[in-house]
């Protein structure tokens, strides 16, 4: 007996109604950032297929998959990825440091994007970029068995990975808004997000909008716009979403999923006459 292509076998599955029909093949995200339009995506922490789920289903364009802040693992993100499946919702990792074998892990388990913290160098840039392509146009290497499981694209997982995974890189540091021209001359680049909170602790403010932090980030916004390259940054309400959506904002990382929790509950808590820990009245020890 033959065996069948991969394709071929993707193509009964799907119509057994045990896989999704794999009717596009350009990453939703990337498709409307080319569009100019905005995308949001929630920050996950807790490391749940539960949560991720949810938050899919609510209609969030990406999770923002946190390994560098939480203790997700590669085990609850793989899961997580799953979840995704059916949805229209691209499953991103923030890895904990730019490197090639955390960007390769990431990837290999499924991630259609990479988030790149510190990336203050041109060097670091060009590092992110080449992490996330198979050769010749990079030094990923192969190996993408769990990745075809959850992207079983008709032509092939490398080149559909090279076209649709997305390279997303960090600025939040003083030097990197120093060479920022030289950062964004990177090819490859998808997004630059700015980390409004580390870039003020770069400039000493401790997490305050000074002026010369405000000064910076409009300094990185001129940089990205004039290379046609979109710019992200935090949204921790309506509020912010729209103001910075008028700045020429379009890649937004919402609240994480404890602080919609929180949000969530203070109203009804209120209501109850219900109050919770606050560090301001009680002691720590």
């Known amino acids: 007996m033959r065996h069948r292509s991969a394709s071929a076998a993707v193509g009964v599955l799907a119509l057994a109604g045990l896989l999704p029909a794999q009717t596009e093949v350009e990453n939703p995200v990337k498709k409307l950032l080319r569009e100019g339009k905005t995308v949001i995506?929630?920050?996950?922490?807790?490391?749940?297929?539960?949560?991720?789920?949810?938050?899919?289903?609510?209609?969030?364009?990406?999770?923002?998959?946190?390994?560098?802040?939480?203790?997700?693992?590669?085990?609850?993100?793989?899961?997580?990825?799953?979840?995704?499946?059916?949805?229209?919702?691209?499953?991103?990792?923030?890895?904990?440091?730019?490197?090639?074998?955390?960007?390769?892990?990431?990837?290999?388990?499924?991630?259609?994007?990479?988030?790149?913290?510190?990336?203050s160098t041109p060097e670091l840039a060009r590092q992110a970029v080449a992490a996330c392509k198979y050769p010749p146009l990079g030094r990923r290497g192969s190996g993408p068995s769990l990745a075809t499981l959850?992207?079983?694209?008709?032509?092939?997982?490398?080149?559909?990975?090279?076209?649709?995974?997305?390279?997303?890189?960090?600025?939040?540091?003083?030097?990197?808004?120093?060479?920022?021209?030289?950062?964004?001359?990177?090819?490859?680049i998808d997004v630059a997000f700015i980390g409004p909170s580390d870039l003020s602790f770069s400039y000493g403010a401790r997490g305050k909008p000074t002026p010369e932090?405000?000064?910076?980030?409009?300094k990185v916004v001129a940089a990205a716009k004039?290379?046609?390259?979109?710019?992200?940054?935090?949204?921790g309400n309506a509020d912010d979403y729209a103001r910075f959506a008028k700045e020429g904002f379009q890649f937004f990382q919402g609240p994480t999923d404890l602080g919609f929790m929180a949000a969530g509950a203070r109203p009804l808590l209120q209501a109850a006459g219900k109050t919770g820990f606050d560090p301001k009245t009680r002691p720590l020890y």
């Open 41 to 119: 995506g929630q920050t996950i922490t807790i490391p749940s297929p539960d949560v991720a789920t949810q938050a899919a289903q609510l209609g969030f364009d990406f999770l923002w998959i946190e390994m560098e802040h939480s203790a997700i693992t590669l085990e609850s993100a793989r899961a997580m990825i799953l979840a995704t499946r059916g949805t229209r919702t691209a499953p991103f990792i923030r890895v904990p440091v730019n490197e090639l074998w955390t960007a390769k892990r990431a990837l290999d388990i499924g991630a259609l994007g990479v988030i790149f913290p510190f990336c």
């Open 150 to 188: 959850r992207w079983p694209a008709p032509g092939g997982y490398p080149d559909f990975a090279d076209q649709n995974v997305m390279v997303i890189i960090i600025i939040e540091q003083k030097e990197a808004v120093e060479r920022i021209e030289e950062i964004l001359a990177t090819p490859g």
């Open 213 to 218: 932090v405000n000064a910076a980030i409009a």
């Open 226 to 235: 004039s290379r046609g390259i979109p710019v992200g940054r935090t949204a």
